[in-house]
């Protein structure tokens, strides 16, 4: 069962969720897989703490053009929806970080003026981590503004294997690169705060599941603060809230020193098997 | 000679447009006898490479200099290997007074044939 973590808003507390999720998943064989899909920031590693074993370059196929045979037709930079290849005069350029890689220009060439060439835009690292977790990232270049392929390619890299879970820690926001790690979960924990700006990016990030079909849940985080209106939020939704985490000083210091939610709170290991075990019974429905 | 300068609306009256990729209209003026017409910019809400875009448009147009409020990394490359001129209106608020001041010579240039500018 493939299980992603995401939340709207930053800061809410997915990698918090994420990691402990893991970690309380890690006593049944084989172990889960964690894949850090927040390849712009990873940071799950400071609490699973993997020894990375296997690292790969990844990225897309950029054009490159041979001028010698270029007639100047200009056909590659009309087809490119992504103005990433321009033909300006007798010169072609090309705006490597505006492709996305799909080939039209390669293709559309009368000329075969175009040949592809790997773009580095990051790179896959793969391990172990506590507690025999499977642990695989992408981190992807500094600069690189396209954070998509790299995490498509971080989720086709490591297969599962059979009654493996999987945990996808998404990255923040609403936007392509999170659309892209939580595609093809069987379930979707949204984990929120109970504030105004947690709630309007909840509205959101639920948006996403249901355009999706995939079904969802919601964890809130710093339980105590804000106000009542994301559950009522929730409640109007039919998304059921599957733990609250109150806001908690020892939790924060815990945080702050690299432990997991389950290192300074053991108790939310059962709490944790037991959604699980409900989502897996499919006894969560929205 | 024919010059394209970033426009807000589609006359000589109208106030200069600071983005170049973004602007809302391109005027493509003769600066000595102010013949002019406008064209709707059709990459104002491209997800992405308005810059490149436009800077495909001045190319296709067959302008000689280009007016803006300033160059986005990508356009200015893509102007540079067109080898077209980029001016920069700097204070200037309408396009009849660009204009006067492109045919004074007032207008900052930029790029390669540029002098350098202090940073």
């Given amino acids: 069962m493939k299980i992603a973590i995401a939340s709207g808003k930053g800061g809410t507390g997915k990698t918090t969720i994420a990691t402990s999720l893991a970690l309380s998943l890690a006593n049944v064989t084989p172990a889960p897989l964690f894949l850090d899909c927040d390849v712009e920031a990873p940071n799950a590693h400071l609490f699973l703490r993997p020894t990375f074993e296997r690292r790969q370059k990844v990225g897309i196929l950029i054009p490159r053009v041979d001028e010698s045979k270029c007639t100047y037709c200009g056909k590659c930079a009309q087809v490119c929806q992504y103005h990433a290849i321009a033909v300006l005069g007798k010169k072609v350029l090309v ?8 080939g039209s220009c390669a293709l559309i060439c009368p000329d075969r003026a175009i040949n592809e060439v790997p773009g580095v ?12 977790i499977a642990f695989a990232r992408g981190v992807l270049n500094i600069g690189e503004p396209m954070a998509v392929p790299v995490i498509r390619q971080l989720k086709k890299w490591i297969t599962p294997a059979p009654n493996q879970s999987v945990i996808l820690d998404a990255p923040p926001g609403t936007s392509c690169p999170v659309v892209e790690s939580v595609r093809g979960a069987d379930f979707l924990l949204l984990v929120t705060e109970p504030t105004p700006f947690g ?16 079904p969802a849940g919601v964890i809130v985080n710093r339980d105590g603060t804000g106000d009542a209106r994301t559950d009522d939020f929730c409640a109007a939704e039919h998304l059921p809230i599957l733990l609250r985490v109150p806001f908690d000083r020892a939790l924060a210091e815990g945080i702050a020193r690299g432990q997991a939610l389950v290192d300074v709170r053991p108790e939310y290991g ?5 959604i699980v075990a409900q989502i897996a019974n499919r006894e969560v429905v929205r | 000679m024919k010059i394209l300068i970033t426009t807000v609306a589609p006359n000589l009256e109208s106030e200069v447009d600071p983005r170049f990729g973004r602007g809302a209209y391109f005027l493509i003026v003769d600066p000595n006898t102010l013949e002019w017409h406008a064209h709707p910019n059709p990459g104002v809400n491209a997800s ?18 280009v007016i803006s409020g300033d160059f986005g990394p990508n356009a200015f490359d893509a102007l540079n290997a067109a080898n077209i001129a980029m001016y920069l209106f700097g204070a200037t608020r ?6 006067a001041r492109f045919n004074a010579g ?9 002098p350098q500018r202090r940073v």
């Fill in chain 1, 270 to 274: 059962a709490w944790f098997r037991q």
């Fill in chain 2, 106 to 114: 007032e207008l900052e240039r930029v790029g390669a044939a540029a």
């Fill in chain 2, 48 to 65: 992405g490479g308005a810059g490149i875009q436009a800077a495909q448009f001045v190319v296709e147009q067959k302008v000689d200099a």
């Fill in chain 1, 95 to 102: 705006f490597a970080q505006l492709c996305h890689g799909c």
């Fill in chain 1, 121 to 132: 835009m990051g790179v896959l690292e793969a391990g172990t981590a506590r507690a025999g």
């Fill in chain 2, 94 to 99: 309408t396009v009849r007074e660009a204009i």
């Fill in chain 1, 199 to 214: 709630l309007h990016d909840l509205r959101l990030a639920a948006q996403i599941a249901r355009e999706l079909k995939i």
